[in-house]
């Protein structure tokens, strides 16, 4: 029995492939308008907190969200734009349809989040080779390592960049434990301002950087009343994520954290020394949060290299040092940027032809 190509026959009635071609759009256009709907609410009451004023310690950065889905196959890799960053630093037209998955943060053990295992996915995007041999564990399909994301990213505003950079002098970028779509991360903010605050003789400035989720007057007011200055990178929807996060990194002198995560090795390779202190994070998990993401997590936290990451990092030193460069190359793929041209040819091998 010969096999029917479903698409090609459609192909052939012009009528009935132009009427499909113009209800995927209107699906596509209802999706889009579906999500602005449900986060535009956050969009506008954050917009007013984040505008730049004289009196108050709040970094502005535009905040945008991006006006519609990704056209590529899986949702994920609209998060944080960094299917968008990729194509843009590619020169490939964003409405071509990527039909790999995009791991959109690093993942410190010997697991694969779900979706990017998806059965109809063309190959999997990452940042190294640390993380294709992991992959390739679950997987037989091709992986490919393209280093840390942010290298990728353009800063927003180069002369607004300096004029904030002046403004603030020596600076301090803090980023607290964040909280995801179904787990709240909570700790005790006091303690780190006290932390924070125990520094601050070395700085002109600090500056903390919030997730989205836990950018709330509730939370960033306490480290205001201490005259520290507050922004976040922006909304997971938002196409200049990568662009934000490395323009607030690049403000930068000194960087901190709370707890491991994609921002270390982030700071590290834009050449920012971090230092990590330990404080009890805990993470309230909702119902919609399976056990298999629980025990993930858990996997994390008690790797080898998490473990690693924590030993290295948690000295107060003022330059990075060797060991903390090495292990930031190999986790987060630094020798595994990719030139415009060699990207470009990844890309559109796992373009929809």
């Known amino acids: 029995m010969l096999r029917i190509n479903l698409k090609d026959k459609i192909k052939k009635v012009p009528v009935i492939y132009q009427f499909l071609r113009k209800l995927y759009r209107a699906l596509r256009y209802f999706l889009s308008w579906l999500i602005k709907l449900i986060y535009f609410p956050y969009i506008e009451s954050t917009k007013e907190t984040i505008e730049i004023n004289r009196d108050s310690k709040i970094i502005d950065l535009p905040i945008l969200i991006c006006s519609s889905l990704s056209v590529d196959e899986y949702q994920q890799n609209t998060y944080y734009g960094i299917s968008h960053t990729l194509k843009k630093y590619a020169n490939i037209s964003l409405q071509k349809k990527l039909m790999a998955t995009i791991e959109h943060g690093l993942y410190l053990s010997d697991t694969v989040w779900d979706a990017d295992l998806s059965p109809s996915a063309s190959g999997i995007v990452t940042f190294s080779k640390y993380r294709e041999r992991i992959i390739s564990k679950y997987t037989d399909k091709k992986v490919f390592p393209v280093g840390p994301y942010i290298h990728y990213a353009n800063l927003i505003n180069s002369e607004k960049l300096e004029e904030l950079k002046a403004k603030l002098g ?106 990590l202190f330990e404080q009890k994070i805990t993470y309230n998990c909702s119902q919609n949060v399976s056990l298999k993401e629980i025990n993930n997590l858990r996997k994390s936290v008690l790797s080898k290299e998490y473990q690693q990451l924590t030993q290295l990092f948690t000295n107060h030193l003022p330059t990075i040092t060797d060991e903390q460069y090495s292990i930031c190359k190999f986790l987060w793929g630094f020798d595994e940027i990719k030139t415009k041209e060699e990207l470009k040819a990844i890309l559109l091998d796992l373009i929809q032809k």
């Open 170 to 275: 020596r600076t301090l970028l803090f980023f607290p434990a964040h909280s995801t779509h179904w787990i709240e991360a909570q700790f005790e903010h006091l303690e780190t301002i006290e932390v924070l605050k125990n520094l601050s003789a070395s700085f002109d400035s600090i500056l903390v950087c919030f997730y989205w989720k836990d950018y709330k007057p509730n939370i960033f007011s306490l480290y205001r009343k201490h005259n520290f200055y507050c922004t976040t990178a922006g909304h997971i929807f938002d196409w200049n994520f990568l662009s934000r996060l490395k323009s607030v990194i690049s403000l930068s002198d000194f960087t901190a954290s709370n707890t491991i995560g994609t921002h270390v090795g982030y700071c590290v390779y834009m050449q920012k020394p971090h230092w």
